[in-house]
Nanobody, 115 residues
Framework: VQLQASGGGLVQPGGSLRLSCVVPRSIFSISVMAWYRQAPGKQRELVAS???????DYADSVKGRFTISGDNAKNTVYLQMNSLKPEDTAVYYC??????????WGQGTLVTVSS
């Protein structure tokens, strides 16, 4: 299964970006969907997750700044990122999983926060 992530780019500190990930319609509503990121020289970390359409969880470092959401009509999961900081610079990956059944990853989209 190929997940298509998009929306990364270069943004100044304090700016905003919205990442998108198109998920196969057949698994959209039954999966846990998440965004991870990996900064240079660091391990991949969970940024945010959403399940059952409304149950969300965030890394402490992004709480209050990032919002994960899903659009059933477009079978797309979003990550709205506001008040971006240089330390948010990373490759962001979309992940869709259903434990014991599947665990799919997107190709990654680069977010660079720099002045």
């Amino acid at each position: 299964v190929q997940l298509q992530a998009s929306g990364g780019g270069l943004v100044q500190p304090g700016g905003s970006l919205r990442l998108s990930c198109v998920v196969p319609r057949s698994i959209f509503s039954i999966s846990v969907m998440a965004w991870y990121r990996q900064a240079p020289g660091k391990q991949r970390e969970l940024v945010a997750s959403i399940m059952s359409g409304s149950i969300t969880d965030y890394a402490d470092s992004v709480k209050g700044r990032f919002t994960i959401s899903g659009d059933n009509a477009k079978n797309t999961v979003y990550l709205q990122m506001n008040s971006l900081k240089p330390e948010d610079t990373a490759v962001y990956y979309c992940n869709v999983k259903r434990p014991r059944y599947y665990d799919y990853w997107g190709q990654g989209t680069l977010v660079t926060v720099s002045s």
